[in-house]
């Protein structure tokens, strides 16, 4: 468990963090939070690539039930309960699926498809319960932080692979 609590602390963060900046947006398009939330994805896909699907779904369970109590301070508590539906759905798919395929194709397979896939499911879940019979253009909203996180997803197999490569470098 020690091992985890680092993991955990930056999942921690990254979500209250996404939670409180989602409240401001850039444009009608992007709001802050699309700029931290998928560093929440290459925790739980390093995680799960350096010590298995369950030490991942414990950082996903840990950080989940801590951040939302967290926003329910920080931000509204509508956004918390969105938030809550959406990291927590949309994590656990992105373990499974990363899981299924560590081993399928080349080594970016499995941060990218997870990645891409459950920032989808997250994105939709977030937005609608989030923003859905308010003011806040949330559809836009939506499609841009999901663009971001599409391109992030790409950028971040860059600290995967360097964070990867280091820690099973490492003798156990």
């Known amino acids: 468990m020690n091992r985890l609590v680092l993991p955990i602390a ?4 990254v979500v209250v ?7 401001y947006p850039i444009n009608d398009w992007l709001t802050w ?7 929440a994805f290459l925790i739980t896909d390093l995680t799960n690539r350096a010590a298995g699907a369950p030490a991942a779904r414990r950082v996903v369970t840990i950080g989940f039930l801590i951040a939302v109590v967290m926003s329910a301070f920080l931000a509204t508590p509508r956004i918390a309960a969105a938030s809550g ?9 992105d373990v499974y699926l990363f899981d299924r395929l560590r081993n399928v194709g080349k080594w970016w397979t ?6 891409s896939v459950g920032s989808a499911l997250d994105t939709a879940v977030f937005f609608a319960g989030a923003f859905a ?7 836009t909203l939506g499609l841009g ?6 391109g992030l997803a790409l950028l971040m197999l860059i600290p995967f692979r360097l964070a990867i490569r280091t820690v099973l470098a490492k003798p156990a």
């Open 10 to 13: 930056a999942m921690t963060a």
């Open 17 to 23: 963090a996404s939670n409180v900046l989602v409240q």
């Open 85 to 93: 539906a959406a990291f927590l759905t949309a994590q656990l798919l």
């Open 33 to 39: 939070g699309a700029l931290t939330y998928p560093f």
């Open 133 to 139: 019979f308010t003011a806040v253009p949330w559809v």
């Open 110 to 115: 499995a941060p990218l498809l997870s990645s």
């Open 145 to 150: 932080d999901y663009a971001v996180k599409l």
